[in-house]
């Protein structure tokens, strides 16, 4: 069976006092959560010290948002998996759309971070996903095909989770159908080696909708954006019914 992965991914928010203070209202929500989900929240790199102060005996692992693929370099602005490791990192976003449309992230590079982020023992979380456009003309199913075909090359199946983010969901309010998702989620499961790589859904996930996403038979967890930055909200999400 799929482990379940619930993400929070703060993208470019909190500082180092916003992330204590966020810490501090969410950890309390945790005693009753069951223990068959894996919380993780993926934080700017200012603020993964602060959880790794805070977070000893927590249950909550710690993310990050990207990875270089080498070790160390002339990289301006590049982060590399040992420096991620020594501070606690288990998990690491790669391919996101932002990264994608924003920074020139490509399928070879994004194929690149994954295989460091595994070297160094990191749990990657690579995000697929297609636009409106993409959508309209009928694209979806070719178009994340050939994303999972060119990211994957050469890489353990076993040490991965994937979200499916589809781009016109992503801090739009316009969530994917619920049904739809599972629809696309089993379709990138049937192109895996390992059906048991946790595959989650991503794209204005909140406290209103986790629970019949999480109802789908194929949605083994979420990657939540804006509305896992307040620690209620993300508290509701991670203790879906
Ligand atoms: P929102 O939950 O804000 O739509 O963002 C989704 C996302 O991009 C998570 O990585």
């Given at each position: 069976m ?20 966020f ?13 068959d989900?894996e ?13 790794s ?27 590399s ?24 992230e490509?399928?070879?590079t ?12 990191l ?8 636009t409106?456009?993409q959508?309209?003309a ?13 990211d994957?090359?050469?890489i353990?199946?076993?040490?991965l ?16 159908e619920?049904k ?9 499961r049937?192109?895996l ?24 038979p194929?949605i ?12 209620e909200?993300?508290?509701r ?5």
């Amino acid at each position: 069976m799929s482990k379940t992965v619930i993400a929070g991914n703060w993208k470019m928010f909190k500082t180092q006092a916003e992330t204590l203070e966020f810490l501090q209202g969410f950890l309390g929500h945790l005693n009753d959560t069951p223990d068959d989900r894996e919380i993780v929240l993926c934080v700017p790199f200012t603020a993964l010290g602060v959880l790794s102060k805070n977070l000893h005996g927590s249950r909550v692992k710690i993310g990050a948002q990207n990875v270089h693929w080498e070790d160390s370099g002339a990289y301006t602005g590049e982060i590399s998996a040992p420096m991620l490791v020594e501070v606690g990192v288990r998990y690491v976003v790669i391919g996101h759309s932002e990264r994608r449309q924003y920074f020139g992230e490509t399928d070879q590079t994004v194929n690149l971070r994954l295989k460091a982020a595994q070297k160094h023992g990191l749990i990657p979380i690579l995000c697929v996903g297609e636009t409106k456009e993409q959508r309209g003309a009928g694209e979806t199913e070719s178009l994340i095909t050939l994303q999972l075909k060119q990211d994957l090359v050469d890489i353990d199946q076993s040490n991965l989770v994937i979200a499916y983010e589809p781009i016109w969901a992503i801090g739009t309010g316009d969530t994917c159908e619920a049904k739809e998702a599972n629809r696309i989620i089993g379709l990138i499961r049937s192109q895996l080696s390992n059906p048991e790589v946790p595959i989650q859904y991503g794209g204005s996930v909140k406290p209103e909708n986790i629970d019949e996403i999480m109802a789908q038979p194929e949605i083994n967890g979420a990657l939540v954006g804006g509305a896992s930055l307040s620690p209620e909200g993300f508290a509701r999400i991670v203790n879906y019914q």
